[in-house]
């Protein structure tokens, strides 16, 4: 909740970001992790145990994230909108969604000049992410 008395709590002025991490929910595993390493063209890091299989994005100094598999991973279009980067030209990126297994509900669309272009898609699992860049 916000403060009745207008002035900012010290916590939230000293974060630097305010998302830390994420995870997109996949049931069938093997088939998220290909569809994020085509579009990226990367290949993630697998961490797999005996109840959970993850894996995970490169990040390099930034935030970080998952691609996730266990109980309670359920996949789906309703709650937050995770902005995936788009990296220099959204239009990369956007190209290999539906070769992958995916489907563009929003194409490549301009926001402002400062904040440059968005898209939204449905993953191969039925997650509703979008993908934010300048170009």
Known sequence: ???TTGKKKKTASKLKDFVSWF??????FDKAVAFYDHIYDIKMERVINTSHSMAIFPANGGIGGAVVNGPGSVPGQAGPLIYLNGGNNLEVILSRVSEAGGRIIMPKTFINKESGYFAIFIDCEGNKLALHAAK
């Open 1 to 3: 909740m916000g403060s």
């Open 23 to 28: 995870e997109i929910p996949a049931l069938n």
